[in-house]
């Protein structure tokens, strides 16, 4: 069973967090100093061994489960995950995925959309039915809507997507978010 509060804080006090598409990235995240990974590609026959390269590293690993190919998107798909790897969480746009790894001990994060008003309310209801452990917003370089969140909701926010330099991950924790995730590997150096 994942840590759900060490994984928290570990988020925390590493507020810069490495999303890697491809093996290159894998390789590269496993010799930064960076705590957290997550992971945005693989299929159900080779992500044993991605998250296994990661853990190894020492690193956490959470595994965004709606791109995983091959994977589908009932709650056994969790099931599935947990079984084959040594993950410590997942990412989702799907609340029942979301609800069946918090049942299973998974540290869960939410993956929304923002993409206009009615987005921002449905966040807001979805906090309350789904309870992730946290929630990545997209894009992730809107403080005005990064501080609005931040200030109505008790789930704690990263912002993801679009995060290309040291400006942007500084209005997205000024903004409130405990975290930034991104792909691009300038940025994990900051």
Avoid: Y
Avoid at 2 to 9: F, L, Q, S, T
Avoid at 21 to 38: L, N, P, S, T, Y
Avoid at 111 to 138: C, G, R, W, Y
């Amino acid at each position: 069973m994942a840590d759900i509060a060490g994984i928290a804080e570990t988020i925390e006090f590493n507020p810069v967090i490495m999303a890697v598409k491809d093996w290159d990235g894998v390789e590269r995240c496993c010799r930064m100093e960076a705590k957290v990974v997550f992971i945005l590609f693989g299929n159900i026959c080779n992500i044993s061994d991605i998250v296994k390269k990661v853990r190894e590293a020492g690193k956490v690993a959470i595994v965004h489960i709606d791109l995983i190919a091959g994977l589908g998107n009932k709650e056994v798909t969790v099931d599935f995950l947990k079984q084959l790897t040594d993950l410590d969480g997942i990412i989702s746009t799907r609340p029942a995925l979301i609800r069946r790894g918090r049942e299973l001990g998974l540290f869960t994060i939410l993956h929304f959309f923002m993409l206009d008003s009615l987005a921002v309310q449905n966040l807001k209801k979805q906090e309350d039915t789904v309870n992730p452990d946290m929630i990545e917003i997209l894009p992730g370089v809107m403080p005005k809507i990064t501080r609005r969140l931040a200030d109505t909701l008790r789930i704690p926010i990263i912002c993801g997507g679009l995060i290309s330099d040291k400006e942007d991950v500084m209005n997205a924790l000024q903004a409130g978010a405990v975290a930034i995730s991104s792909t691009n590997t300038d940025v994990w150096e900051l």
